[in-house]
């Protein structure tokens, strides 16, 4: 394909984190679920980072279909001060079928910082050769699947079943013991 180009980009999150570790939040969840079934659509695969309040992203398909997908991606108010790292044409595509592989925030990428001689993720203090090495360790890296992060908490209707079952165990030994009580009653008596 020969107008294939891999474009990666940064942003600030326009929301406030709490970190959770090995979690994604649920504003990045949200936004994994819509660019999956977006990207599929338009054949672009890519890979998404977020950590310390940060987005890299990499993304690959045909010019017009990114850079389409970029002029909507400058709109969203979740995050801001969108800059573009690199701008290439490719041959061949990075994530294979990746619509949008997603690497949780681990060791490996605080290792890659404190060998960049940075203390945490900053992308935006990122020059051609870090931005390659990242790109590189998202290739790498192992997918950290949607269904991996447990929620926070049950969510209400989880906690009405399951208090709604338990309540029926408890009913149900309490009448076995009445009905035991009431026989040994009536065969002491
Ligand atoms: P819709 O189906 O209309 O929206 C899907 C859902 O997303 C909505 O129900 C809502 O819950 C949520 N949502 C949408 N917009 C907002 C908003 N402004 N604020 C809060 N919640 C919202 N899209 C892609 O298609 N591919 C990508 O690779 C991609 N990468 C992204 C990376 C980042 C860092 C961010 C912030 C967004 C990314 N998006 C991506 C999302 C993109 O900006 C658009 O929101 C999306 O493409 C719109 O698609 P849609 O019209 O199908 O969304």
Do not use: K, L, M, V
């Given at each position: 394909m020969s107008d294939l180009i891999q474009l990666v980009y940064i942003s600030r999150a326009a929301f406030q984190t709490v970190p959770r570790n090995n979690l994604i939040v649920p504003e990045v969840s949200k936004i994994l679920r819509v660019s999956r079934r977006n990207n599929r659509a338009k054949q672009i695969v890519g890979a998404l980072y977020f950590g310390n309040g940060f987005f890299f992203q990499c993304l690959e398909g045909s010019e017009p279909a990114l850079m389409a997908l970029y002029e909507t991606l400058k709109t969203d108010?979740?995050?801001?001060d969108l800059r573009i790292l690199s701008k290439r044409a490719i041959t061949?595509?990075?994530?294979?079928?990746?619509e949008m592989k997603y690497l949780p925030p681990e060791q490996d990428v605080t290792r890659l910082m404190q060998s960049f001689g940075m203390s945490s993720f900053d992308?935006?203090?990122?020059n051609e050769s870090k931005t390659a090495k990242m790109l590189d360790m998202l290739a790498s890296g192992s997918n950290l699947q949607l269904?991996?992060?447990?929620?926070?908490q049950p969510s209400p209707k989880l906690v009405t079943k399951a208090g709604v079952s338990g309540i029926r165990v408890v009913i149900a030994v309490l009448l076995v013991l009445l009905l035991a009580a009431l026989l040994a009653q009536r065969f002491l008596s």
């Open positions: 108010p979740r995050h801001r061949e595509r990075s994530f294979g079928n990746w992308p935006y203090q990122f269904d991996e992060a447990a929620p926070a």
